[in-house]
């Protein structure tokens, strides 16, 4: 392989790297909404089961995404924020099969087919959704929703709450057109 073919395989290896997320986000938005004329925001976790610290690290996150974005928090809002959490369990079923091709004598190319092995992983998968409602109107005007937390494991929670729900808020304004 020449050397310009490797670096570009490279450079294209490095970027999909750098571009994956353990997680799935996805948002949709009111196109009839002027998201330029919210300026302030109030947090509603009636819906958010979770316990004490799963919830302040996703009320802190989602604070810090907002004031981010200009917004503030206010007692009278142009915005309502509703945020749910939920989880499922998830079972992964992954079978391989052995085998095998080579050099063999007397006969030349050989191959063989050896057994099959199955493994089963069980875990739980939590989702993030957020819901922006216009508090004037009491419409849906955005809804972001990310999934794919590793939910068995406080490690895992610590770290992929504040990531998953940075990603959601990626998309918040929506950009027009996207």
């Known amino acids: 392989m020449s050397t310009k073919y490797f670096f570009i395989l490279l450079a294209a290896v490095s970027l999909g790297m750098t571009s994956c997320s353990p997680f799935h986000v996805k948002s949709d938005y009111a196109a009839t909404a002027n998201f330029a004329n919210y300026k302030t925001y109030l947090l509603r976790t009636d819906d958010l089961k979770l316990n004490d610290i799963d919830k302040d690290r996703v009320l802190n996150e989602l604070s810090k995404q907002l004031q981010a974005k200009t917004l503030t928090s206010a007692h009278n809002p142009d915005l309502i924020i509703n945020v749910k959490a939920s989880h499922k369990k998830v079972q992964d079923v992954t079978t391989s099969y052995g085998g095998g091709f080579g050099w063999g004598r007397p006969w030349g190319w050989g191959g063989g087919f050896g057994m099959g092995n199955t493994w089963t992983n069980n875990y739980n998968s939590g989702t993030i959704v957020v819901d922006i409602v216009d508090a004037k109107t009491q419409k849906l005007v955005w809804q972001g929703v990310g999934s794919g937390l590793s939910v068995d494991s406080p490690k895992s929670k610590q770290r992929?709450?504040?990531?998953?729900?940075?990603?959601?808020?990626?998309?918040?304004?929506?950009?027009?057109?996207?």
């Open 160 to 178: 992929q709450i504040p990531e998953i729900v940075a990603e959601i808020m990626k998309n918040y304004p929506p950009q027009k057109g996207k």
